[in-house]
């Protein structure tokens, strides 16, 4: 009963409702914003003030009059006491125009201008409700990731239960264990129940924060994708135009103050009324004749104080726009300390992650090892790997915190800076990527398993990944295609301590393997490499496959060769080496991914590539840091081609701490045909390897996969 009761409360808090719905990506919500209520009625007010606005707008200026009357009189006939009186009526039609002057129309104008302030604040509100219900969609988004990854650690945590308190429960029984103990560690099951719950709560809350902002009424078993936030660029001349001319915000406030200004411009002559009216007139009297008549009048209507009542209208009106400029600095500086404040906030939140992070790695590496010793005395270690699965949960929740709280941070400055431009120097912001290996091995699923077997995972710090060494392009690919080059060539690389071979193919080599005899040299050419234990990629260089219009040719290539025992493809695609790419990096950065992602969905195997620097700095780095990351790239040559070994490995350790969840290799260049300040090449290959060391040395961190050379060819040419 007490399983069931237990499986039963799991379901409730972990599983949600049982109505499931398709997961649905952020962006896909985004564009949903527009549904929302609030948004909705913000617009339609401002429609309509919009519509009161052109209304007295068409009723204002020159109007049409017209006017009939009909009377009667009677009068005497003459001047004479005793004269009789005759009666007649009189018919009077009379039209034209009615055109407003001075005071008049000024007193029109400030009415247009007075609407336009209105029309101007709902402008103002639709704008604030379309941000906050876009920033509350996103951070409401991004925190129900944020809990269902810590409900899938509650899930495994709890799912100890069941095998770790009846062994407890005996040991306590045979006086092995305290029972003090036992109920404390009971207790912690307790405790990852209740942070479920909790959670439940929080996804109940985000979930109607969703609805609200979207205005969709089911969402109630939404699972969340990662949010991939927009990375962003924050500088001083960033922040001076987030809160000056770029703000939304502050330019309807700005036409505000202006109209107001624009008011009290004109408030003073308009204290009185005066009106131009033109027209014709028809008379017909009974009895009596028809008579027609032209008329054209200007008539006023001032008060009698007018001089005072302009100068108290004036005044009024001046410190109505003088109001509106010190709301608007006040709302500048609140911007800017917004700005900055959420840059500290993101600031310190990557900071605990960081944190977070090397304590997830600790009590990773407390379980690994107690682990180890519970296999060797399972008896006497139970408590201490139970209490090190225990301080591992808890150093992967708040692992998981800390991600959310980055996440928020991030939500909070999309709705304050703009997107991360190409060019110019600054800050990035940019979020954390949930492939980075780093990550995947502190969250993967088997540290919260109780088997033993978990003790052969890699030590923390440690991932499985291509081990470090040297790698080297070799161009000359074709050459391996004869019989018995092969096994010579990969005997020598070995020699020189080559962990890998980039291996190109000319067109005629290619041609080549398309032949029985070319495959059966090309796999005798990979045995060899196998028993060398060097790992021989297809490197494929050709610029032109960026670009969307010779992508098939690479795809197409990779299906032909994809049978072959390659250990990975290697892709040396410079997106500088096509036309006029200096002025369309980011564009070219984005091909370069595309291009990546359709050799990814070709090929089985592993997909390194090369790229210049540039692409990992500034504002393009995020970009490509999260695109190489999403598409799934295994390695990354970074390729600094300079002898400043100091600069070379400032650039390097710079890029490895930026993008710590990707693997990078630091390519150099022994090139004969650079020059002495590009390539090793004059200075020898003793020289040269001692720089490499130096270099593998300095570099040397989880991140840092090792050094590539450019190219064997060279290296083979290199003096002693």
């Known amino acids: 009963m007490k399983k069931l009761l237990l499986a039963l409360l799991m ?72 004269s009789a009186l005759e009666g007649y009526t009189k018919l009077w039609a009379r039209g034209g125009i009615s055109i407003p002057l001075f005071g008049t129309w000024q007193k029109e104008r400030i009415r247009e201008l007075e609407n336009r302030i209105i029309s101007l604040g709902e402008e103002l509100r639709l704008f604030a409700v379309r941000k906050a219900n876009l920033t509350a969609l996103r951070k409401a988004y991004a925190l129900l990731w944020t809990i269902q990854e810590r409900n899938a650690l509650l899930e495994r945590f709890l799912a100890l239960e069941e095998r770790i308190m009846p062994l407890l429960a005996k ?63 924050f500088s001083e001349d960033v922040l001076a135009r987030a809160a000056g001319e770029e703000n939304r915000e502050l330019q309807i406030l700005t036409k505000a103050a202006e109209t107001k200004r624009e008011i009290a411009r004109r408030v003073p002559g308009a204290q009185y009324d005066a009106y131009l009216r033109a027209g014709y007139g028809f008379s017909s009297e009974f009895p009596g004749r028809n008579g027609t008549e032209a008329f054209l009048s200007i008539a006023f209507d001032v008060p009698f104080r007018e001089g005072r009542a302009a100068s108290a209208a004036g005044r009024a009106a001046l410190a109505g726009a003088e109001k509106a400029g010190h709301e608007m600095e006040a709302r500048r500086i609140a911007i800017v300390a917004d700005i900055r404040g959420g840059i500290a906030r993101f600031d310190s939140a990557a900071a605990q992650r960081t944190f977070a992070m090397a304590n997830a790695r600790t009590a990773a590496e407390s379980v690994r090892a107690d682990r180890l010793r519970y296999g060797l005395l399972p008896g006497d270690m139970l408590e201490q790997l139970f209490r090190s699965l225990f301080i591992y949960l808890s150093s992967a929740l708040a692992f998981v915190d800390s991600e959310g709280a980055l996440l928020q941070a991030h939500c909070e400055l999309l709705g304050m800076l703009p997107a991360a431009a190409d060019g110019g120097d600054g800050k990035i912001i940019a979020s954390f990527f949930p492939e980075e290996p780093e990550r995947l091995r502190l969250l993967a699923p088997s540290w919260l398993d109780f088997a033993t077997a978990f003790s052969s995972a890699p030590a923390a710090g440690k991932p499985a990944l291509s081990p470090s060494g040297k790698v080297f392009y070799f161009w000359n690919g074709d050459d391996l295609l004869y019989p018995g080059k092969g096994k010579a060539f990969f005997d020598q690389a070995a020699k020189e301590g080559a962990s890998g071979v980039l291996v ?191 270099l593998q040395g300095e570099l040397a961190s989880p991140s840092f996969a090792g050094t590539a050379v450019q190219s064997w060819e060279n290296y083979r040419e290199m003096a002693r």
């Open 504 to 694: 190109s193919f000319s067109p005629r080599g290619i041609a080549f393997l398309r032949t029985a005899g070319g495959k059966a040299r090309l796999e005798e050419t990979l045995e060899a490499a196998r028993r060398t234990g060097i790992r021989a990629e297809l490197l494929l260089g050709d610029p032109a496959w960026i670009l969307a219009a010779h992508r098939k040719e690479l795809t197409g290539l990779l299906r032909e060769l994809d049978g072959f025992a390659f250990s990975g493809i290697h892709l040396d695609l410079e997106p500088d080496q096509l036309p006029d790419a200096e002025g369309r990096r980011m564009e070219l950065l984005l091909s370069l991914t595309e291009t990546v992602r359709e050799v990814k969905r070709a090929t089985r195997l592993p997909v390194s590539l090369s790229v210049h620097p540039r692409y990992l700095e500034g504002s393009l780095g995020p970009v490509a840091a999260r695109e190489f990351g999403a598409a799934g790239v295994n390695e990354i040559a970074v390729m600094i081609y300079s002898t400043k070994v100091d600069a070379v490995a400032s650039r390097m350790k710079a890029i490895l701490s930026s993008w710590p969840g990707l693997r990078f290799r630091l390519a150099v260049s022994v090139e004969r045909e650079l020059s002495g300040t590009e390539s090793f090449f004059r200075g020898g290959k003793k020289s040269f390897l001692e720089t490499v060391d130096f």
């Open 11 to 82: 379901l409730f808090f972990l599983r949600g409702n049982s109505r499931a719905e398709p997961r649905i990506g952020l962006p896909d919500l985004e564009r949903e914003l527009t549904s929302s209520p609030e948004v909705l009625a913000a617009a339609a007010s401002l429609s309509e003030s919009r519509a009161v606005e052109e209304r007295h707008k068409m009723t204002g200026g020159p109007r049409f009059f017209g006017e009939l009357s009909l009377g009667g009189l009677n009068e005497p006939a003459s001047r004479s006491e005793t």
């Open 171 to 233: 040991r306590t029984k045979e006086g092995f264990l305290l029972e003090r103990d036992r109920l404390e560690m009971e207790s912690w099951f307790s405790f990852a129940r209740r942070e479920a719950a909790a959670g439940s709560l929080l996804k109940e809350e985000c979930l109607a924060l969703i609805r609200k902002a979207t205005g969709r009424k089911g969402l109630f078993g939404l699972e969340a994708l990662f949010p991939r936030l927009e990375p962003l660029f």
